[in-house]
């Protein structure tokens, strides 16, 4: 993603050209009743890079930020749940193949990220023990592992499913087509057919038993979704992928920098009125909102290792 030079671009380009972030009161919500057992998410991590945080937040000399390249885990009974598909053992080579303008933003730093397959091994899981991926995005640093995944279901909304399976290009706003190919029919899409929750007008019941309900919260791109995850006596976390890329986006609330929420996020006041939804859940505590690229939001969250996610 970008690199330093963009903050001290953004610097020379503008101050003051913040979209409006809408505020909202906590929402009211009834949480949908799970019959799920308790489930314990836990992290994989592909790669970290220093980042200037204020590309993540809006802001001057916020100083650095760990970026963080990242996939989840969940075991629901029989069923091994990937949130995003993160990079794969093909990604420097992906990259390779970008536009030249995207090579010289990220430079060589996916060049030593671990792939998914890799990370799931690791992990004590075999890449096609995965039955499910919920796509929070399509964007390549969340799809870069689909294809080491020859078993697994790909949930996304059906906007997004669209947009990636139309794409001709090679690279087009943030998607690598060559990470859908082959994969339309092993694609489940996302209809938001349930009641309204945590302040979104819709919401979705992935599995049918309450363990996971994504919201659609648009504007990173037009089909972005959040999924809560829910134990029974346990914590919930709300994982929202790039909505905000650090955790001073939701708590704030404050957009991305400018330069590079404007390379990023398909729609910039969509973004906005997402984020002050996701404000609002964060600032009544009604859940741990998970962004993609910040561990510091990984609370209750520990990075997988063989011993947490055994059955
Ligand atoms: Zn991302």
Known sequence: MAKTWIAGLALAISMGCAPHIPLYPAPVST?????????????????????????????????????????FVLRLGDRVVLIDAGLGEATPTDVDSAPWWFRLALGNAARPALGLA??????????????????????????????????????MASAEADAALAQREPFAEGAMSVHFQGLASRIDRLVFDGPPLLGFAASRDVFGDGSVIAVPTPGHTLGATSYLVQSPAGPRWLFIGDAAWVKEGFEEPVAKGYLAGSVADHDADQTAGTLGRLHAIAAAKLAHLVTSHDSRTWVDLPRCATASVAP
Request: aromatic share 8%; hydrophobic share 40%.
């Open 118 to 155: 890799k990370l799931l091994k690791q992990a004590g899981i075999q890449p096609e023990q995965v039955t499910h991926v919920l796509l929070t995005h399509r964007h390549w640093d969340h799809t870069g592992g689909l294809r080491e995944l020859p078993n697994a279901r790909i949930v």
């Open 31 to 71: 949480w949908p009743a799970t019959r799920a057992a308790s489930v314990q998410p836990c992290a994989l991590m592909h790669l970290e890079v220093d980042e200037s945080l204020s590309n993540g937040a809006r802001g001057w000399f916020r100083g650095t930020w760990r970026q963080a390249y990242s996939s």
